[in-house]
């Protein structure tokens, strides 16, 4: 396998990705290894892995292996060091049966999850989605049953100041009565009240015949955790004085380069998608060069030698 690389890396997950391998007798698994180990086993067929299960404010080593139908297993793929956010340790939820009723779609800015998972809880943390403070967003819950449709209640909480619990004023952004509306429509507002800018906790329950609380054991129902990254509205989108700083290409594979009336350099800042800052320098020749980032989409934060902040939406190829 070549190309490993990690991404959406949270407290306690990372969602490893590579390239196919080839072999003359066919690849039948991937061996996934952390810190040497073996991790888990995928088919040919899947180039993605999970891996959950992680402790928080940790660094792991991961690598591939192929293996063949003979148990013939071929060189190790190069090496990713992945390092977990320190994020809160979350009440524990969980529902004893998803047999009769289940959450099968969450639509909620960028995250669109379509699930036939039939675990109680699911851990989806790293899935997440910008949202910025003073501004409301849909959500769209679609529910599956497996056969009579049932009253089901709704609850969706949000750990805004990300303090480890869903507790604080607000941190319960919506509820609906139970009922068998499918799929379950609502807004969600996101707070100014808290300073907090980065991941937060988005926790998602379906219950049968009543409106749940964020935390224990339903008796039948479902439950989703996803991220969301909290931003001020000056790091959500383009600096609107584009005449006056700007980057270019984008999306950009090797290098950005920066077209601006200021005559120095800038310091920068690039964040991943849930608010990790995962590069920072300063320009040389009014150029960053951006070639180790993994393929995603990044948001760059330019400050020229007066101080002025720019920040844009990047895409990395």
């Known amino acids: ?173 919506f509820t609906k009565a139970p009922s068998k509306t499918t799929p379950v429509v609502g807004s969600i507002k996101v707070p100014e009240t808290y300073t907090y800018t980065g991941p937060v906790r988005m926790r998602v329950i379906l219950k049968f015949n009543s409106i749940p609380s964020p935390c224990g054991t339903i008796n039948y129902g479902q439950i989703e955790d996803y991220t969301l990254n909290v931003m001020n509205s000056t790091l959500a989108v383009a600096n609107t004085d584009a005449t006056t700083t700007s980057v270019y290409p984008n999306p950009v594979r090797d290098i950005i380069s920066i077209q601006s009336k200021v005559n120095s350099e800038f310091s920068y800042k690039m964040f991943n998608t849930v608010g990790q800052v995962v590069l920072t320098g300063n320009s040389a020749g009014k150029k960053i060069n951006v070639s180790k980032l993994t393929v995603g989409n990044y948001i760059i934060e330019l400050t020229d030698k007066e101080g002025k902040v720019t920040t844009t939406k990047i895409i990395k190829q």
């Open 1 to 173: 396998p070549t190309n490993l690389a990690a991404s959406n890396t949270t407290g306690n997950q990372t969602l490893l990705t590579w390239n196919a391998s080839t072999d003359e007798n066919e690849v039948e698994n991937y061996i996934i290894f952390k810190n040497g180990v073996q991790l888990g086993t995928v088919p040919a067929t899947k180039l993605s892995y999970i891996a959950s299960g992680l402790s928080g404010n940790t660094t792991y080593n991961f690598y591939v292996k192929a293996e063949d139908p003979y148990a013939n297993s071929s060189e190790q793929s190069n090496t990713v060091s992945v390092t977990t956010l320190n994020v809160p340790n979350y009440c524990a939820a969980n529902s004893n049966s998803t047999t009769d009723e289940r959450i099968k779609r969450v639509q909620f800015s960028n995250i669109d999850n379509t699930t036939s998972g039939t675990a109680g809880y699911e851990d989806f943390s790293y899935l997440s989605t910008d949202v910025v403070k003073n501004t409301t967003y849909d959500i769209t819950i679609t529910p599956e049953w497996k056969g009579t449709q049932f009253n089901e209640g709704y609850g969706v909480f949000v750990d805004w100041n990300n303090d480890g619990d869903f507790e604080d004023a607000d941190e319960i952004v």
